[in-house]
């Protein structure tokens, strides 16, 4: 029972990463129709400028403002990266075929996680810099202090030596409490809790963005079809590239999550992530954003139950079988419309 | 039109950088890292020589992770390696020829690895390969040097089969099976555990050499193997398998992995709140477990070939000696790329020609050679029979615990 709720709840956190990542994915796709393949590393990205903001604020300072800092620099960074990457590879291509848009996602994704394994560093200012980090793993400093936010279990036996002479019952414990021994069958971290909680906010945030605001209103006529809003006044590269650095700035804020519940960061985090997230998005039903959330809680859900209860060698094939069945019986998505495709 | 130009040349740019680091071991675009023998010093007393032609040099061949999940093990063994021939052409080289390395990055991949060793005998024509650490890109290098009859020596694979392939094929460090058989006298003797879960990777044939030994042995000296779970390298989250563990209630969570994984291991272990002690092999054995893992990883022990505190004076010497290069102190990767590569050049001494066949007669003879990962004599199988240590981690260090025989 105990392992059960525990599963439950690593399944729900490895779910909140990919939903944040696959929120940015599905509204560039709403939007552009453009699989953005560079998604996940624009996230790696973020991670970095992170750790940079993290490291010159003096490493571990676990501070709300330092948390919020770390959090607003990396967004705004990714943000810029991402409006960088439309102006200069996706706009020129918006007339071309579909793919060769989404080779160019590919090639931007192989650039950033390879480029970022480089060392490059430079002396100014009378020290050194750190352009490129290189390949080897970082640690991310905890920007926010990793404290127990709940947790559950057998009390703790009254003598050590005689465990099964244990005073039996439930007990449930809320706040930090590392060192007790016993109560600690299932344990609920503030990072899970913040995490899912900001997950859940903009899921909702930018629901509400895009179908109660005047910009949403314009990204979704874009979406419709973007020359006819061209010719109806609404500004299509403004909208285009609002929406990248709005997925980008998305983004960082998951990457930075994601840093926070593994702790270890290298230069191609953002691929095998970016790939999760995208099933995910497909599954929920590509361009759905509360789809996006289910078909990634989902996802994190089923991975996690099938390593804990059988192999982790299922690992992949279940989240790939997962995305074959959602194809072949609802191709458009749990949450997705289907389109009548007019020939 | 200009300004489309312009973003062209961007993302041709952009995409060059993403292609640059791709064919960085495809035989189309050769560019090697190449240790250098050491240049003459501009002393009035000695006139420039000529630089050394291709005739001059004794060319080794070295493949190395030097990017990548293993990239800290490739540092460390190029740098042992560089450290050997330095030595050896102060010392006058080879009948006055000098030895150069050629290193290519295989980036933690053994197709890489492959191909690099091909690219070693076919291109550069080398003497004898030094490589890999990971026994699973020593296994996919080795059939090519086998074939083209280029002896190979492996610093640091541990894998049993490495050396089955065939001949030409050796190493300078035990094997698995001497690992895990280690690991589990010292779990079962000196910790006295009688319950031990094991995590194991089996992506690589090394973690899952050492589960196997340390599995069979730790049973038959009395214990209880109370879970075996898996994940793959490069894995991120471990939760699954350790909630899995944690209802079994262990003592001892053997993991034989590499670094970066155990570090994470042992993060989320302790996140589940499962109170164990780590166990596991010389995989562990980078300043970057202390890096990545912090307070999580303290208080594990470790087999390993070498200890930096053993006191033998050839020990010492070598540290003092990689010291002064480098500005750190050599991990046992560096120690054992140090005495692979002076293995080699002790074999080229007594070797009567630099052919592929001599060269392999005179490297099976090594017989007690005073290297600094402990002495190395080559059994029949062309694997060194030499101890191990136990090390624990304290303080951020490996400390020195006990040392294990055969």
Known sequence: ?343 | MRLQLVAACAAVAVLGLACEKKTDTKPAEPKPAEVKPPEPKPDAAKPAEPKPTEEDVILLGEVGSLTGGQAAFGISTRNGIELALEEANAAGGINGKKLAVRVYDDMSKSDEAAAAATRLITQDKVKVILGEVASSNSLAMAPKAQEAQVPMISPSSTSPKVTEVGDYIFRVCFIDPFQGFVMAKFAHDELHFTRVAILTDKKSAYSEGLTEVFQKKFAEMGGKIVDVQAYSQGDTDFRAQLTAIKKRKPEGLYVPGYYEDVARIAEQAREQGLKVTMMGGDGWDSAKLFELGRDAVEGGYASNHYSADDPTPRVQEFIKKYQAKYGTVPDSLAALGYDAARVAVDAMKRAKDLSGPALREAIAATKEFPGAAGVITLDEHRNPVKPAVVLKIEGGKFKYVTTISP
């Open chain 1, 1 to 343: 029972m105990y392992e059960l709720l525990q599963h439950l709840i690593n399944g729900l956190a490895a779910g909140t990463i990919y939903a944040l990542v696959a929120l940015g994915y599905t509204m560039v796709y709403g939007v552009l129709k453009l699989i953005n393949f560079a998604h996940g590393d624009v996230m790696m990205v973020g991670v970095y400028v992170g750790y940079a903001v993290a490291f010159l604020l003096g490493r571990d300072a676990a501070s709300v403002a330092g948390a919020l800092t770390v959090f607003t620099v990396a967004m705004l960074a990714c943000a810029l990266i991402g409006f960088a990457v439309e102006r200069f590879a996706y706009r020129p291509l918006r007339e071309k075929p579909r793919l060769t848009a989404l080779i160019t996602a590919i090639g931007i994704s192989f650039a950033l996680s390879y480029g970022f394994q480089l060392d490059l560093s430079v002396t100014a200012f009378g020290r050194e810099w750190t352009v490129l980090p290189g390949a080897a793993s970082k640690r991310f400093p905890d920007i926010i202090k990793a404290q127990r936010w709940a947790s559950v279990g057998e009390p703790a036996p009254a003598d050590p030596d005689h465990p099964e002479a244990g005073p039996g019952g439930v007990c449930l414990r809320f706040g930090e409490d590392e060192q007790a021994s016993g109560c600690d069958d299932v344990i609920l971290w503030n990072w899970q809790v913040i995490g899912f909680g900001i997950a859940l906010a903009l899921m909702v945030a930018l629901q509400v963005l895009v179908y109660r605001t005047r910009f949403g209103k314009a990204m979704r006529a874009v979406s419709y079809d973007h020359r006819v809003a061209a010719l109806l006044g609404v500004p299509v590269d403004r909208v285009i590239a609002l929406t990248f650095m709005l997925g980008s700035a998305l983004a960082a804020c998951a990457g930075i999550l994601f840093a926070l519940k593994d702790k270890t960061i290298q230069p191609l985090m953002g691929l095998y992530v970016g790939l999760k997230a995208f099933i995910a998005a497909v599954i929920g039903g590509i361009g759905n954003l509360p789809g996006a959330v289910v078909g990634a809680l989902l996802l994190g859900l089923c991975e996690e139950f099938i390593v804990g209860y059988t192999s982790s060698s299922w690992r992949d094939a279940v989240a790939f079988g997962f995305l074959i069945v959602v194809l072949l019986v609802r191709p458009e998505g749990l949450f997705g419309r289907a389109q009548a495709e007019k020939v």
